[in-house]
């Protein structure tokens, strides 16, 4: 399994024709979160930096994750053309709504209702393997955009951060994440 210390060209135009990724973080102690990733909320900054949009869900185990441990892994899969797997290890920061730089980091992404956290991460080892155990799976469409951006944008703002006062203020373990402290 090659490895290096960051991206490459190579690389990046691989993760940037991805519609889905996957993260995974763990706390010190308690459950491992492994979670997939879609739509317009991944950008590269450049060749040991990712920054990605966490949209609104039922849990918010990665914020939780981080406040203990800031380590964090991204995984890349070909479902198309050639097989690759590429995963990205690193340290993680958690911006939320509120903290200074939001308002310039959030500009990076197309405006999504339910836009909840950008995870900004500094890469520092990339690891690829082949593959070929991956099924081949033709990306049909994005339910995102018919189903989650919707169901949250009916919510409002106000609704929206009622929710993660609700479903988003600790993780499964019981550990805090961080959103019931923002204004």
Request: charged content about 25%; aromatic content about 8%.
């Amino acid at each position: 399994m090659p490895t290096a210390k960051k991206l490459n060209g190579t690389l990046r135009a691989f993760i940037e024709k991805q519609k889905l990724f996957f993260v995974a973080t763990a706390a010190a102690d308690g459950r491992v979160n492994f979670s997939p990733k879609g739509m317009d909320s991944l950008r590269i900054i450049d060749d040991t930096r990712i920054v990605w949009l966490n949209l609104t869900g039922s849990g918010n185990e990665t914020a939780a994750h981080l406040r203990d441990a800031n380590r964090m892994t991204l995984m890349f899969c070909a479902f198309e053309g050639d097989a690759l797997i590429l995963r990205t290890y690193g340290q993680a920061q958690t911006l939320h709504h509120g903290d200074e730089g939001w308002d310039a980091a959030i500009g990076q992404f197309p405006k999504m209702a339910g836009s909840r956290q950008i995870f900004d991460m500094k890469i520092d080892l990339v690891q690829t393997s082949c593959g070929t155990g991956v099924p081949v799976m033709p990306f049909d469409h994005d339910r995102g955009h018919e189903e989650l951006l919707p169901y949250f944008a009916d919510m409002g703002q106000e609704g929206v951060e009622d929710f993660w006062q609700r479903r988003n203020a600790n993780s499964l373990d019981g550990a805090p994440t961080g959103i019931a402290e923002r204004d």
